[in-house]
């Protein structure tokens, strides 16, 4: 079992970047798929990216491909998404994820963190 702690959320401008970070805690952390994702008000929550654990692939949603980067610490159990070039419809609460390699649902969540853009 894991449990994720997401920071690092505020209120940027159109053109800004974040970072978000998630601590996890546990030591089998490089085991699993971590993955980010968001909800804005009134849609459904959307994986935005996501990184294996041990080899480091990626994946990223076609609409923050090229803007975002996903990263992970295995030895300080941190996962990072950095955020550039934002725009409004960036704006929602992202949870961090993660799951068993073998498996395709993420069964532990952070608590969120809200990321408004203005424009």
């Known amino acids: 079992q894991v449990q994720l702690a997401e920071s690092g959320g505020g209120l940027v401008q159109a053109g800004g970047s974040l970072r978000l970070s998630c601590a996890a805690s546990?030591?089998?952390?490089?085991?699993?798929?971590m993955g980010w994702f968001r909800q804005a008000p009134g849609k459904e929550r959307d994986l935005v990216a996501a990184?294996?654990?041990?080899?480091?692939?990626?994946y990223y949603a076609d609409s923050v491909k090229g803007r975002f980067t996903i990263s992970r610490d295995n030895a300080k159990n941190m996962v990072f998404l950095q955020m550039n070039s934002l725009k409004p419809e960036d704006t929602a609460v992202y949870y961090c994820?993660?799951?068993?390699?073998?498996?395709?649902?993420?069964?532990?969540w952070g608590q969120g963190t809200q990321v408004t853009v203005s424009s």
């Open positions: 994820a993660a799951r068993y390699s073998d498996k395709l649902e993420y069964p532990y």
């Open positions: 546990g030591r089998t952390f490089s085991r699993y798929v």
């Open positions: 990184i294996s654990g041990s080899s480091g692939s990626t």
